[in-house]
């Protein structure tokens, strides 16, 4: 049974950091590009941050770059997505998913955790 799980929300002032991480099982990790992605109230989910195999090239949306990093730990199946100078507009609840394609696109997801909540309010 594939899983990814999803810890490290919470709520968090605005210019505050977070790091998510992302456990996961059921699949070959090492294969498989992982990324976050984001859904706020009202509004379509957007891809934050991908991380491909292989050579571990990454993505960022415009809107976290120079403030966000992405990391996986393939001995620990686990993928991380560090948050710092955190907006309120970084408000959403976060998913992890896992790809064997190479773009950073909700479209080429497959596998999708249930997501963890960020607030992020003064």
């Known amino acids: 049974q594939v899983q990814l799980v999803e810890s490290g929300g919470g709520l968090v002032q605005p210019g505050g950091s977070l790091r998510l991480s992302c456990t996961t099982s059921?699949?070959?990790?090492?294969?498989?590009?992982l990324g976050w992605f984001r859904q706020a109230p009202g509004k379509e989910r957007e891809a934050v941050s991908c991380?491909?195999?292989?050579?571990?090239?990454?993505y960022y949306t415009d809107s976290v770059k120079g403030r966000s990093t992405i990391s996986r730990d393939n001995a620990k199946n686990t993928v991380y997505l560090q948050m710092n100078s955190l907006k309120p507009e970084d408000t959403a609840i976060y998913y992890c998913?896992?790809?064997?394609?190479?773009?950073?696109?909700?479209?080429?997801?497959?596998?999708w955790g249930q997501g963890t909540q960020v607030t992020v309010s003064s």
């Open positions: 998913a896992a790809s064997l394609s190479y773009y950073c696109s909700e479209s080429r997801y497959t596998y």
């Open positions: 059921g699949f070959t990790f090492d294969d498989y590009a």
């Open positions: 991380i491909r195999s292989g050579d571990e090239g990454t």
